[in-house]
C-alpha cells in the first residue's frame, strides 16, 4: 500500500501515524490548508508539522497554498455550512489528485482523528472522492484515540492549536470565551 494522508496539523498527525506504523502502513504525510488563518497560525501549524514528521522519519509533503481571498470567497456563501461545503472537499480533493498524480493508491485524512470535526461528512466525502479518482480510502475511525494523541502531542511539545483553522473558527472560539466570561463575572457580581 503506498499511503498518501491530508494532514492538518502534527498534533492530529501523532496517532494516526503511530496507529498505522503499527499495521505497518508508512503514510506519506500531505499538507495543504488553505483554511487556517492567519498567516502565522498558519506558519506554525506548517512549520510544527515539518519538524515533527523529520524527527519521526515520516516522509511529507508540503503543498503551499495560504488562500485567504479564496478561502473567504467561498466560506461567506454560506458560513454555518464553510466547512461541507468549501473547506472539507476541497482539501480532500486536492489530497486525492495528488495521490493519483503522484502513484499513490491509497488516501486516508488525520481530519478523522478529531472529535471536533464532521467525521461522518467527510468519511461520505473521502468515500465519494475514492470513486470519482479510482484510488483506495483507508477508513479508520481514529477518534478512538484522541485523547492519547493529545497527550502525546503535549508531552512532545507540540505547537496545540486553540480553533480548527479558519478565521470563522477563531471567533467562534473567543465567542465562547467571551460568553463564559460573562457568565463567571455575573455570578461574582
Known amino acids: 500500500m503506498k499511503l498518501c494522508m491530508h494532514t492538518c496539523c ?10 498505522l ?7 506519506t504525510v500531505y499538507w495543504y ?3 487556517i488563518h492567519p498567516y502565522k497560525e498558519y506558519q506554525a501549524r506548517r512549520d510544527c508539522l515539518k519538524e515533527y514528521t523529520k524527527s519521526i522519519g515520516v516522509k511529507a509533503v508540503f503543498k503551499e497554498d495560504y488562500g485567504l481571498d479564496n478561502f473567504c470567497r467561498e466560506a461567506v456563501k454560506d458560513l454555518k455550512a464553510r466547512c461541507v461545503n468549501y473547506c472539507y472537499p476541497i482539501r480532500l480533493r486536492k489530497t486525492f489528485a495528488y495521490a493519483k498524480e503522484h502513484g499513490y493508491d491509497t ?10 470535526q464532521n467525521h461522518d461528512f467527510i468519511k461520505h466525502e473521502m468515500e465519494k472522492l475514492s470513486l470519482e479518482y479510482g484510488i483506495s480510502f483507508l477508513y479508520r475511525d481514529f477518534r478512538v484515540g484522541f ?16 480553533y480548527c ?13 467571551i460568553m463564559r466570561d ?3 463575572n455575573n455570578a461574582v457580581s
Open 21 to 27: 506504523r503499527e499495521e505497518g502502513i508508512e503514510p
Open 33 to 35: 490548508n488553505p483554511n
Open 147 to 162: 485523547w492519547e494523541g493529545h497527550q502525546k502531542a503535549h508531552d512532545l511539545g507540540l505547537y496545540m492549536q486553540k
Open 10 to 19: 502534527a498534533p492530529c498527525s501523532v496517532y494516526c501515524i503511530d496507529t
Open 165 to 177: 483553522g479558519c478565521i470563522f473558527s477563531e471567533e467562534d472560539r473567543y465567542s465562547k470565551q
Open 107 to 116: 488516501v486516508t485524512t488525520t481530519l478523522l482523528y478529531s472529535i471536533y
Open 182 to 184: 460573562k457568565k463567571t
